[in-house]
């Protein structure tokens, strides 16, 4: 979703959790890109409430966006997005390699996917790279950037799942309108906050490119 943004407003991205469901607001310069989390198959039931319920739900989350929210006057400007965290078995074949999404699809929650798909990436050149100046690659050495990779991707996704069964689908014996306990633990301690940035901006397992002289 997409909704125009305004000078006075805040300067940063940003989420609301209320009531089990989650607004995340991404500024975009000059407009916000909305997500607006709910539980899987619950689309058509928002849609049969009606447009202007769904406008006041955003609304009822930012009130500054009170006076553009109309902006989202059809259905086609609601952009549904089906999440799914899941990951393959094996990532290799002979002659194939799945690194990225093409190996674990992840859910927007975080915003990790794309960290985690560049240090794939950066793993590969390190183990595979001189080799492949040489000739081919056998499985057993594709296979060595899975092992490296897929523990972090595990943790990542353990994350995520806990992120969509506490925080999105409301899983919690806390009120409807409490933050969650961990949320609650950011908010009391902020230095704790450091370790959500630094897992999510850097990863269980940084990855550097290793030029070997070159």
């Known amino acids: 979703m997409r909704i125009s943004k305004k000078q006075d407003d805040p300067q940063q991205s940003f989420g609301f ?5 989650l607004l995340v607001l ?3 310069g000059d407009y916000w890109q909305c997500g607006f989390v709910i539980p899987k198959d619950r689309f058509d039931e928002i849609k049969v409430r009606g447009l202007p319920q769904f406008q006041n739900d955003i609304v009822t989350f930012a009130g500054f966006l009170r006076d553009r929210v109309a902006e989202l006057d059809d259905w086609s400007k609601i952009k549904l997005l089906t999440v799914q965290i899941n990951r393959l078995r094996d990532w290799c074949r002979e002659g194939l390699l ?4 093409s190996a674990h699809a992840m859910s927007p929650a975080g915003g990790v996917g794309i960290n985690l798909a ?9 183990l595979l790279a001189e080799k492949l100046r040489t000739g081919p690659v056998s499985v057993d050495d594709l296979r060595k950037v899975q092992a490296r990779r897929e523990w972090p ?6 994350m995520q799942v806990f992120i969509h069964r506490r925080v999105v689908t409301g899983r919690t014996s806390a009120p409807n309108d409490s933050l969650p306990f961990v949320f609650r633990l950011l908010k009391w301690f902020p230095v704790l906050r450091q370790i959500p940035a630094r897992f999510i901006g850097i990863g269980p397992r940084p990855e550097h490119y290793c030029s070997k002289g070159r």
Do not use: E, Y
């Open 26 to 28: 991404i500024d975009r």
């Open 118 to 126: 560049i240090q794939d990436a950066v793993a590969t050149v390190n």
């Open 98 to 101: 799945c690194i990225g999404d």
């Open 17 to 21: 959790f209320q009531h089990g469901k």
């Open 153 to 158: 991707t595990r943790l990542i996704q353990a």
